[in-house]
């Protein structure tokens, strides 16, 4: 257990500086933004909202909101993914289970599943960390794509172009 520290001491800011190479914080306002030019498309009634694009480390963080009902992607992961559903519901074709608003959902490495957001389900947003890549793959495991954090930012870059925002804009979310 850590050592208290004095009772004047506890609101005082810390002292040291920080260490010179450390990046800075990234603090995501309204990270369900209002502004629709911030939803990066990804494929139609698909888009995705980053919050992290980890190029270093080969991880991305983004809100992944889906407007459409039915097969989203059946994917591979090679590491750990994490989730946590804001809005809607949504489930694997090879799992029992029904990820709902409010639910995690851990997928360990190796894991392959179909993505399917049910008929009734007219909004679905879900936060995701993702490691690695993404393999897009047929029901047979032949590879059709891939998305890593570099693809990411790419698709970022042109989107955010695109609606006047500049192409810079993602760099705000990249560490």
Not at 17 to 24: G, I, M, S, T
Not at 71 to 78: I, Y
Not at 132 to 141: A, F, K, L, T
């Amino acid at each position: 257990m850590p050592l208290e520290a004095k009772d004047d001491d506890k609101m005082m800011p810390y002292q040291l500086p920080f260490p010179a190479d450390a990046l800075e914080e990234i603090v995501v306002p309204q990270a369900v933004p209002e502004d629709e030019r911030l939803w990066v498309p990804q494929a139609e009634n698909v888009w995705f909202r980053p919050l992290c694009l980890n190029r270093s480390q080969g991880y991305w963080m983004n809100l992944l909101r889906v407007r459409k009902a039915g097969v989203l992607s059946r994917h591979r992961h090679p590491q750990a993914v994490h989730g946590l559903v804001l809005k809607g519901r949504w489930r694997y074709l090879e799992h029992d289970w029904v990820a709902e608003t409010g639910s995690y959902v851990y997928e360990p490495p190796g894991e392959t599943h179909t993505l399917v957001v049910p008929e009734d389900v007219e909004e679905m947003i879900t936060f995701f960390q993702v490691n690695g890549v993404m393999y897009y793959v047929d029901p047979w495991g032949k590879p059709l794509g891939y998305e890593d954090v570099f693809s990411k930012i790419e698709l970022c870059r042109a989107h955010y172009e695109s609606v006047g925002l500049g192409a810079d804009y993602v760099d705000r979310f990249i560490r």
